[in-house]
């Protein structure tokens, strides 16, 4: 089979004290997709930092960063833009990059969630409704992020009332605090949920990254990696960049006996006809 490499670049928390390698501005941004994707990614996942570094929804860093990426022509990475990450978004800012840049894919987080026991992850009905509209009225893929068991019935409501259409995509984030803990059985139970003909990629945060991405391979899944999940490469080793995340999902994907898919090959998996 086909893996495809997610790398997710940034995220709404680490900070460059964590870890000097995360890119923040629009411009390191760029640098580590085009990286990431001469490592063998075929999407990335990306948010944007305001200018003392913290996350932000502001369509401005999207539509800065957007630009830098599609002015090569020579990359055609998938972009999945986040739809949260800024505590300070409204729901309408939560939306307005997918309307004025088009992303092949973005997130779809499907429920609240208290985060790392600081705060709400606030995705309430009225919100994933608009949500699943606005992604549908401009023909972008739903990557449904799920933290815990509840968010695959929530994605299956959604899927009967239309709001999200056939075949799903989703990505099961383990070891968030609050959510599910990054285990073997538990990723196994969550690719039991979902509905057949559906995709699904996975990724463990800290220490259960390896574990999580050996497994996700064996069941047939694809792969999320990259700084967004984990500043630490190794135990005492912090992650030197992006893209060395990267290399290593596709030595691993190879030594699988799997292929790295190009972004060609995720559109097709994907189902996104553009
Ligand atoms: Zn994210």
């Given at each position: 089979m086909k893996t495809i490499i997610s790398a997710a670049l940034t995220g709404a928390w680490p900070s460059k004290k964590d870890n000097p390698a995360l890119p923040i501005t629009p411009r390191e941004i760029a640098k580590d997709v085009f990286e990431c994707y001469e490592a063998g990614a075929s999407i990335v996942h990306l948010h944007m930092r305001d200018d003392s570094g913290q996350g932000t929804m502001d369509v401005r860093k999207f539509k800065e960063t957007v630009e830098l990426i599609r002015k090569r022509t020579d990359v055609d990475i998938l972009l999945n833009l986040t739809t949260s990450g800024d505590l300070n978004a409204t729901d309408e800012t939560r939306q307005i990059h997918l309307r004025e840049l088009r992303p092949e894919l973005a997130s779809y987080d499907c429920g609240t969630m208290n985060w790392m026991h600081k705060t709400i992850f606030l995705n309430p009905p009225q919100f994933l409704e608009q949500l699943g509209k606005?992604?549908?009225?401009?023909?972008?893929?739903?990557?449904?992020?799920?933290?815990?068991?509840?968010?695959?019935?929530?994605?299956?409501?959604?899927?009967?009332?239309?709001?999200?259409?056939?075949?799903?995509?989703?990505?099961?984030?383990?070891?968030?605090?609050?959510?599910?803990?990054?285990?073997?059985?538990?990723?196994?139970?969550?690719?039991?949920?979902?509905?057949?003909?559906?995709?699904?990629?996975?990724?463990?945060?800290?220490?259960?990254?390896?574990?999580?991405?050996?497994?996700?391979?064996?069941?047939?899944?694809?792969?999320?990696?990259?700084?967004?999940?984990?500043?630490?490469?190794?135990?005492?080793?912090?992650?030197?960049?992006?893209?060395?995340?990267?290399?290593?999902?596709?030595?691993?994907?190879?030594?699988?006996?799997?292929?790295i898919a190009t972004p060609e090959d995720a559109k097709k998996i994907l189902g996104i006809s553009r």
């Open positions: 606005t992604m549908l009225d401009c023909n972008v893929k739903p990557e449904i992020e799920i933290f815990d068991a509840g968010m695959v019935y929530n994605a299956l409501y959604y899927l009967k009332q239309g709001i999200l259409k056939a075949p799903l995509h989703f990505q099961f984030v383990l070891g968030a605090a609050g959510g599910m803990a990054a285990s073997v059985d538990n990723l196994v139970f969550l690719r039991n949920l979902i509905p057949e003909g559906s995709t699904w990629s996975a990724l463990g945060i800290g220490k259960a990254h390896l574990p999580i991405m050996l497994a996700t391979l064996a069941l047939g899944g694809h792969i999320r990696v990259g700084l967004e999940d984990n500043i630490m490469f190794a135990a005492g080793q912090p992650a030197e960049s992006n893209a060395q995340f990267v290399r290593r999902a596709a030595e691993l994907i190879k030594i699988a006996g799997n292929e």
